[in-house]
């Protein structure tokens, strides 16, 4: 089936930052995008084009850098391929192109030409957001839920009305608190809560929870005016969480507790566990991967 356009949303456009290195993956990404990676069939950055697309996102914008280019060609039309599969007559394989297909115009690219941060990334995309809410999607972070996370925090943000920010956050194991941005939990309002801090990446036994943030973010556009002017910090970069501290003392900041889990997918255990689960989803290799499995594990 052809990509059908979504519900109208409140939020219309995202923002996805894929101009990292994928250094992790070496040398898989030495000449391929860690995006480009597939989660069974499918590259990460369809996956999470997919959930953007299920929460009635109309404008993906890909915020890019050198080596790139082949996530610029996965979502144009290949058409040397498309003939040779009409010629032959491969119908299904035809259906599964035309799904991951965006409409005309529903694509834009822009380059950060150095590795200045995520935060820095997000500014890049200043011109192409303009003037209104916008959503930031890491791919790396795959989220597997139903519906999607973004779907889930769209709903969220509508209940809570225009001028929101919203991040959505996870649960961790009191002892990993270290390894990741984390949250301060205030007041309940309806399926999320007023965040009263965030820190990144804190001193063991001083996060003030354990709730992470977990790469999905709705932000207004006021971000891009303080990402404009925002020092380097952590690593020697524009961290995005620094500028969500300034935004919060002038605008509500809301996390969101989603259903789902999420596979960090810019590690090799979580990109290989992401596979896992999302193969034992699939009717189609389910039985063979679960008996496939108990044999390496027995």
């Known amino acids: 089936?052809?990509?059908?356009?979504?519900?109208?949303?409140?939020?219309?456009?995202?923002?996805?930052?894929?101009?990292?290195?994928?250094?992790?993956?070496?040398?898989?990404?030495?000449?391929m995008p860690k995006e480009m990676l597939t989660v069974v069939d499918r590259p990460l950055i369809q996956h999470v084009v997919d959930e953007a697309r299920q929460a009635g996102i109309e404008h993906f914008i890909?915020?890019?850098?050198?080596?790139?280019?082949?996530?610029?060609?996965?979502?144009?039309?290949?058409?040397?391929?498309?003939?040779?599969?009409?010629?032959?007559?491969?119908?299904?394989?035809?259906?599964?192109?035309?799904?991951?297909?965006?409409?005309?115009?529903?694509?834009?690219?822009?380059?950060?030409?150095?590795?200045?941060?995520?935060?820095?990334?997000?500014?890049?995309?200043?011109?192409?957001?303009?003037?209104?809410?916008?959503?930031?999607v890491l791919p790396d972070m795959l989220i597997k839920g139903k519906p999607g996370c973004l779907a889930q925090m769209v709903e969220a943000y509508r209940e809570l009305g225009a001028g929101a920010n919203v991040i959505a956050v996870e649960e961790v194991a009191e002892d990993q608190t270290h390894m990741y941005g984390i949250v301060g939990m205030g007041k309940r309002r309806g399926a999320?809560?007023?965040?009263?801090?965030?820190?990144?990446?804190?001193?063991?036994?001083?996060?003030?929870?354990?709730?992470?943030?977990?790469?999905?973010y709705i932000l207004q556009p006021a971000i891009f005016g303080i990402l404009q002017n925002q020092k380097k910090g952590a690593g020697g970069e524009i961290q995005l969480t620094d500028a969500m501290i300034t935004l919060m003392k002038s605008a509500p900041f809301y996390g969101y507790k989603f259903d789902g889990r999420t596979y960090d997918c810019g590690s090799k255990v979580g990109f290989l566990a992401a596979n896992v689960a999302y193969a034992l989803d699939r009717e189609d290799i389910a039985p063979e991967l679960r008996a496939e499995l108990e044999r390496l594990l027995g």
């Open 1 to 31: 089936m052809p990509f059908e356009k979504a519900p109208m949303s409140a939020i219309r456009k995202a923002v996805f930052p894929v101009a990292g290195l994928g250094t992790r993956f070496l040398p898989a990404t030495k000449a």
């Open 192 to 216: 999320s809560f007023e965040v009263t801090g965030m820190v990144e990446k804190p001193a063991r036994g001083t996060a003030p929870s354990n709730l992470i943030i977990t790469g999905r």
């Open 62 to 136: 890909f915020v890019t850098g050198r080596n790139k280019a082949v996530i610029e060609d996965h979502f144009d039309l290949a058409y040397e391929l498309e003939r040779t599969l009409a010629a032959r007559d491969k119908q299904a394989e035809l259906a599964i192109l035309a799904e991951a297909q965006p409409p005309a115009g529903a694509t834009s690219f822009t380059r950060q030409q150095a590795p200045l941060g995520l935060g820095h990334a997000v500014w890049c995309a200043r011109d192409l957001v303009g003037d209104e809410p916008f959503a930031v």
